[in-house]
């Protein structure tokens, strides 16, 4: 199973870019999706990123991830 958690993108080096998840940064392609700018928000995968997500969407998911999160530490 694969869980899609938008990253932002935090560098761009040729067809390369830096993104952070959370704290957690990772080089991946943007070969996939052209015109991707510093600031945008994307979903990747093994080392692709394979679409943008518009800012909002991005923010939304990422508020409910950490809620679960949250909500699954409390339990234990």
């Known amino acids: 199973m694969c869980l899609a958690v938008p990253a932002r993108?935090?560098?761009?080096?040729?067809?390369?870019a830096k993104v952070d998840v959370?704290?957690?940064?990772r080089m991946v392609s943007l070969m996939l999706v052209?015109?991707?700018a510093l600031g945008d928000y994307v979903i990747t995968?093994?080392?692709?990123a394979l679409?943008?997500?518009?800012?909002?969407?991005?923010?939304?998911s990422i508020a409910l991830l950490?809620?679960?999160v949250e909500k699954v530490?409390?339990?234990?």
Do not use: C, T, W, Y
């Open 9 to 16: 993108i935090i560098e761009i080096n040729g067809e390369m």
């Open 22 to 25: 959370g704290g957690v940064q």
């Open 34 to 36: 052209p015109g991707l």
């Open 45 to 48: 995968h093994a080392g692709f």
């Open 51 to 60: 679409h943008k997500v518009e800012e909002a969407d991005a923010q939304a």
């Open 66 to 68: 950490r809620e679960l």
């Open 73 to 76: 530490s409390n339990q234990g």
